[in-house]
C-alpha cells in the first residue's frame, strides 16, 4: 500500500509564478490536510479537505492560496504571484473515512518550493 | 495560542544513552501525537496517545502524558545514531477535531 504521495518533491518558481502541488492521499483515505512548514519552524496547518469539499481553510492566507480535491485525481494546493516569503516545505496528510479526530495522519515527503 | 512548545531545543547525546524530550501545551486536548522528521524529509508518526491514558510504550519509545500538568515527555531508551532528527509533539485540541497543532521540534543528535 503507498503511501502518501506529493509531486513535486522539489519546485522553483519566479515571483510572481504560479506554483501548484498536487498530493495523492493512501488508499482509502477521504480526508487531506495540508500543512506549511518554515525553516527551523514546526509544521502550521493549512487546510483540511474531503472529496470535493473544503471543511476548514482557517489556515490558508486570504490571498493567493487555493486549495481543492476533486472527486478524480489528486489534491492541489494552488498559490498564485508567489512572493519569497511562500518559500517553504509544503507537507500533505490524510487519514481514513470516519471521525478525524480518532486517526493518525499519514504524511506524505513534502514539496520545497524555493521562490527566487 | 501555540500548543505543543518542545524542550530542549537541542539536544546532543552519546549513543546507547537515553534522550527525554518534553512538549508543553495550553488547552484541553483530544490526544497528543509525536513525530520525527529526517533532515529535510517527511514526518514518520511515532506514537499517538490520547487525552485518558497516562503512559504508552512502542519499542524504544515511552511516552508520557500529564493533562493536570499540560505536558508530555517522550523517552528513547539505548539511543542510536539513526535516531538523529527533529521529534515534534503535535496536539490534537478537543475543539478541533483533526487540526494538528505542532511545536517548533526538538533537534537531537546521537553521537556514534
Known amino acids: 500500500n503507498a503511501g502518501v504521495m506529493q509531486n513535486p518533491r522539489h519546485l522553483v518558481r519566479r515571483r510572481g509564478q504560479e506554483a501548484r502541488l498536487r498530493c495523492s492521499p493512501m488508499k482509502g483515505h477521504s480526508h487531506v490536510y495540508w500543512y506549511r512548514q518554515l525553516p527551523e519552524e514546526g509544521l502550521k496547518f493549512m487546510v483540511y479537505l474531503q472529496k470535493e469539499n473544503i471543511i476548514d481553510e482557517s489556515g490558508m492566507p486570504k490571498e493567493r492560496f487555493s486549495a481543492e480535491f476533486p472527486k478524480e485525481g489528486p489534491s492541489i494546493l494552488r498559490i498564485q504571484q508567489v512572493v519569497r516569503g511562500d518559500s517553504a516545505a509544503y507537507f500533505c496528510a490524510s487519514s481514513p473515512p470516519g471521525s478525524p479526530s480518532t486517526d493518525t495522519q499519514y504524511f506524505g515527503p513534502g514539496t520545497r518550493l524555493t521562490v527566487l | 495560542s501555540q500548543q505543543g512548545e518542545e524542550d530542549p531545543q537541542a539536544l546532543s547525546i552519546q549513543e546507547g544513552e537515553n534522550a527525554t524530550m518534553n512538549c508543553s501545551y495550553k488547552?484541553?486536548?483530544?490526544?497528543l501525537q509525536w513525530y520525527r522528521q529526517n533532515s529535510g524529509r517527511g514526518l514518520v508518526h511515532l506514537i499517538l496517545?490520547?487525552?485518558?491514558?497516562r503512559e504508552k510504550h512502542s519499542g524504544r519509545l515511552r511516552v508520557t502524558l500529564d493533562t493536570s500538568k499540560k505536558s508530555s515527555s517522550l523517552l528513547i531508551t539505548a539511543s542510536r545514531a539513526a535516531d538523529t532528527a527533529s521529534y515534534f509533539c503535535?496536539?490534537?485540541?478537543?475543539?478541533?477535531?483533526?487540526?494538528?497543532?505542532f511545536g517548533s521540534g526538538t533537534r537531537l543528535l546521537v553521537r556514534p
Open positions: 496517545i490520547r487525552s485518558n491514558e
Open positions: 503535535a496536539t490534537v485540541r478537543m475543539d478541533s477535531s483533526y487540526k494538528l497543532i
Open positions: 488547552t484541553s486536548i483530544n490526544n
